[in-house]
């Protein structure tokens, strides 16, 4: 089993920067491919970015590709998402995830096991 949790959500104006972290506990973490999502008010959840383990597999949603980053730490067990050039459209509850699978995938139904979200605003 796999325990996730969120945290570095925030109020930022637009264009600013924030990362968030998520922090990783269970005896299965290492192996699985962690992903992040978001889910903005009124809308369906939506596929943000993922990598596998090894971090040789990942996937990138194309609304965030050029302004996030993300990043397994050395003993894998915490997920960064680096996100810079906020816009107001990146409002949304942020997303942990993770799937038993060994590639990166963008679709949530894969994903297993989830945090509690961190919330992201963005003001013009």
């Known amino acids: 089993q796999v325990q996730l949790v969120e945290s570095g959500g925030g109020s930022v104006q637009a264009g600013g920067s924030l990362r968030l972290s998520c922090a990783a506990s269970?005896?299965?973490?290492?192996?699985?491919?962690m992903g992040w999502f978001r889910q903005a008010p009124g809308k369906e959840r939506e596929f943000v970015a993922a990598?596998?383990?090894?971090?040789?597999?990942?996937a990138v949603a194309d609304s965030v590709k050029d302004r996030f980053t993300f990043s397994r730490d050395n003993t894998q067990n915490t997920l960064y998402l680096q996100m810079n050039s906020l816009k107001p459209e990146d409002t949304a509850v942020y997303y942990c995830?993770?799937?038993?699978?060994?590639?990166?995938?963008?679709?949530?139904?894969?994903?297993?096991?989830w945090g509690q979200g961190t919330q992201v605003t963005v003001s013009s």
């Open positions: 990598i596998s383990w090894s971090g040789g597999s990942t």
């Open positions: 995830a993770a799937s038993a699978g060994i590639i990166a995938t963008r679709w949530q139904n894969e994903y297993k096991y």
């Open positions: 269970g005896r299965t973490f290492s192996r699985h491919v």
